[in-house]
């Protein structure tokens, strides 16, 4: 089970901080990653951290702004965001990656970020 | 605009089959897996099709994946009114080394 928590409104320019709980599996094992949805709008992959923490990869539209980590003690997973913008405002997924690094095979139920003044 | 191209929406009636096409390029689909996800509204996505063609436990093999080339295909026969959602297809991207989804396609059963 994933479950995100952390989001709310923030004012542009503004930073929030979002975790991803993770029960039911060894943590340590997978890649995880965060998705997002704008209101109304298709799928945006925005970040990737590797199980052992030594591989990120970011989308261009957050990079530099946005910083992903893992807690594997904690079982959790954080994505820092700084410098928000309007075009932030979406629904935050994580998602597990397979074993195999192929696909998502579990998703959170998501955690709404508003960017608005 | 979205690394993979779907198209917007698709409809056909009950008990009829449809494709869901997702355009992408060698650095994408060419070279990586595809996997299709379906999304109720207001709901998190839900994994539907992995590495090409394959399903998950618990998914009916009404639902298929494929591939070829550049490209990938969701067919869904016997169409439900219940299978109503929003389908993406993703992959990875070596070039850009990120995540890639389609637009999204809706689908519409009659």
């Known amino acids: 089970q994933l479950v995100e928590s952390g989001g709310g409104l923030v004012k542009p320019g503004g930073s929030l901080r979002l975790s991803c709980a993770a029960s039911?599996?060894?943590?340590?094992?997978?890649?995880m990653n965060w998705v997002r949805q704008a209101p109304g709008k298709g799928l945006e992959w925005v970040s990737s951290i590797s199980s052992s923490g030594t591989y990120i990869y970011y989308a261009d539209s957050v990079k530099g702004r946005f910083t992903v980590s893992r807690d594997s003690a904690r079982n959790s997973l954080t994505l820092q965001m700084n410098s928000l913008r309007a075009e932030d405002t979406a629904v935050y997924y994580c998602?597990?990656?397979?074993?195999?690094?192929?696909?998502?095979?579990?998703w959170g139920q998501g955690t709404l970020v508003t960017v608005s003044s | 605009q979205s690394v993979l191209t779907q198209p917007p929406s698709v409809s056909a009636a009950p008990g009829q089959r449809v494709t869901i096409s997702c355009s992408g390029s060698n650095s994408n689909i060419g070279n990586n897996y595809v996997s299709w996800y379906q999304q109720f509204p207001g709901t998190a996505p839900k994994l539907l099709i992995y590495?090409?063609?394959k399903r998950p436990s618990g998914i009916p093999d009404r639902f298929s994946g494929s591939k070829s080339g550049t490209s990938a295909t969701l067919g869904i026969t016997g169409l439900q009114t219940g299978d109503e959602a929003d389908y993406y297809c993703?992959?990875?991207?070596?070039?850009?080394?990120?995540?890639?989804f389609g637009g999204g396609t809706k689908l519409t059963v009659l």
């Open positions: 998602a597990r990656e397979s074993i195999t690094a192929t696909h998502f095979d579990y």
């Open positions: 993703g992959t990875w991207d070596s070039s850009r080394s990120a995540g890639v």
């Open positions: 039911g599996f060894t943590f340590s094992a997978y890649s």
């Open positions: 590495d090409n063609n």
